[in-house]
T-cell receptor, first 109, second 112 residues
Framework: EDQVTQSPEALRLQEGESSSLNCSYTVSGLRGLFWYRQDPGKGPEFLFTLYSAGEEKEKERLKATLTKKESFLHITAPKPEDSATYLCAVQARGNQFYFGTGTSLTVIP | DADVTQTPRNRITKTGKRIMLECSQTKGHDRMYWYRQDPGLGLRLIYYSFDVKDINKGEISDGYSVSRQAQAKFSLSLESAIPNQTALYFC???????????FGPGTRLLVL
């Protein structure tokens, strides 16, 4: 069964305190792994796509990595404006997308 | 102007009523999707369409139907709404080559 699990469910960081979010997946025929940011009351906003193990993508304070079974979203020296829910999704063979339940990140000034 | 728009943004209805949620996009994408989001369950795919003549069921299509009126428009209908269809509904589009999905602002639906 195709499945995406994110951990932790919630994370509180002090401003400047780096950390990582985890997305583990089991899927038949991974076509892509996606990271999104979602602010309260808004639709998810695309961050990264990763296609193969070993691939890395960076954007400002965020860096996404991919292995054969999981992906990490590393947040370096976070700021309060990085507070949001971060969603992971996988695209399986057959073109369906499966989302995790997200990690709610709060960065305290 | 937003690339993906949804109407209405909020809707309250009663059990048994038929309602329609609408999605329009100006991104020129062929692929469109409908999801629902529930606390603790994440986003779940209801239906998706790869072009005007192609409609596919997603993970949770029971109780829902869709219509792709044009490349830019994709509507979701609840034929007879029930309380457990109370959720936040999102429309999304994607480009054929990139697969990245772009989401609308969502419709918050409450079924009493």
């Amino acid at each position: 069964e195709d499945q995406v699990t994110q951990s932790p469910e919630a994370l509180r960081l002090q401003e400047g305190e780096s950390s990582s979010l985890n997305c583990s997946y089991t899927v038949s025929g991974l076509r892509g792994l996606f990271w999104y940011r979602q602010d309260p009351g808004k639709g998810p906003e695309f961050l990264f796509t990763l296609y193969s193990a070993g691939e890395e993508k960076e954007k400002e304070r965020l860096k996404a990595t991919l292995t054969k079974k999981e992906s990490f979203l590393h947040i370096t020296a976070p700021k309060p404006e990085d507070s949001a829910t971060y969603l992971c999704a996988v695209q399986a063979r057959g073109n369906q997308f499966y989302f995790g339940t997200g990690t709610s990140l709060t960065v305290i000034p | 102007d937003a690339d993906v728009t949804q109407t209405p943004r909020n809707r309250i209805t009663k059990t048994g009523k038929r309602i329609m949620l609408e999605c329009s996009q100006t991104k020129g994408h062929d692929r469109m999707y409908w999801y629902r989001q529930d606390p603790g369950l994440g986003l779940r795919l209801i239906y998706y369409s790869f072009d005007v003549k192609d409609i596919n069921k997603g993970e949770i299509s029971d109780g829902y139907s869709v219509s792709r009126q044009a490349q830019a428009k994709f509507s979701l209908s609840l034929e007879s709404a029930i309380p457990n269809q109370t959720a936040l509904y999102f429309c999304a589009t994607s480009d054929l080559s990139l697969e990245t999905q772009y989401f609308g602002p969502g419709t918050r639906l409450l079924v009493l």
